[in-house]
T-cell receptor, first 114, second 110 residues
Framework: DTGVSQDPRHKITKRGQNVTFRCDPI?????LYWYRQTLGQGPEFLTYFQNEAQLEKSRLLSDRFSAERPKGSFSTLEIQRTEQGDSAMYLC????????????FGPGTRLLVL | GQQLNQSPQSMFIQEGEDVSMNCTSS?????WLWYKQDPGEGPVLLIALYKAGELTSNGRLTAQFGITRKDSFLNISASIPSDVGIYFC??????????FGPGTRLSVLP
């Protein structure tokens, strides 16, 4: 069991550029979550997938954000026209659909928008 | 929307002391999760709770699912330097996403 992986671990970009992050969940997990975390706060839910279907999106997920999970395995999160307020840690978590759900997190991608 | 409160916000303790922290909510949850996060890393799952009143241990850590289903508690016994970090609680219900607290920052003084 290799755990959740995220790539890249760090990203520095200029305001207005597009960025894309990747998450590879634990292999048998059918649910995949994206969170955003800013300094001094807990993770804030952005969106989640069950297999390839995107089932829920937070109001935090503006039109500049898009997430995909085309084959129900890895997922990508794209931010278009980045703004300085997008600077944060972007966390991915995965789980299995069970009545007793437990989410396992990846190491995160830290984004800095200059 | 749902919000979780964690108390204390931060704490400084001597190595060897026991630690208690809690998490409260205005909403009922049927799952509580406790995580520890080190700087620059993702949260690591410590304990999962699925039943009101449940008491579960993981080494020196013990967590309890409150009877009202609106709170949870985490205790760390005989703290050591590697316990330093931020501890997050998360509450969830089946079919819904989890809500996270703002964290309790723990510092252990040698």
């Amino acid at each position: 069991d290799t755990g959740v992986s995220q790539d890249p671990r760090h990203k520095i970009t200029k305001r207005g550029q597009n960025v894309t992050f990747r998450c590879d969940p634990i292999s048998e997990h059918n649910r995949l979550y994206w969170y955003r975390q800013t300094l001094g706060q807990g993770p804030e839910f952005l969106t989640y997938f069950q297999n390839e279907a995107q089932l829920e999106k937070s109001r935090l997920l503006s039109d500049r954000f898009s997430a995909e999970r085309p084959k129900g395995s890895f997922s990508t999160l794209e931010i278009q026209r980045t703004e300085q307020g997008d600077s944060a840690m972007y966390l991915c978590a995965s789980s299995r659909t069970l009545s007793q759900e437990t989410q396992y997190f990846g190491p995160g991608t830290r984004l800095l928008v200059l | 929307g749902q919000q979780l409160n964690q108390s204390p916000q931060s704490m400084f303790i001597q190595e060897g002391e026991d630690v208690s922290m809690n998490c409260t909510s205005s909403s009922i949850f049927n799952t509580w999760l406790w995580y520890k996060q080190d700087p620059g890393e993702g949260p690591v799952l410590l304990i999962a709770l699925y039943k009101a009143g449940e008491l579960t241990s993981n080494g020196r850590l013990t967590a309890q699912f409150g009877i009202t289903r609106k709170d949870s508690f985490l205790n760390i016994s005989a703290s050591i330097p590697s316990d330093v970090g931020i501890y997050f609680c998360a509450g969830g219900n089946y079919g819904q996403n989890f809500v996270f607290g703002p964290g309790t920052r723990l510092s252990v003084l040698p």
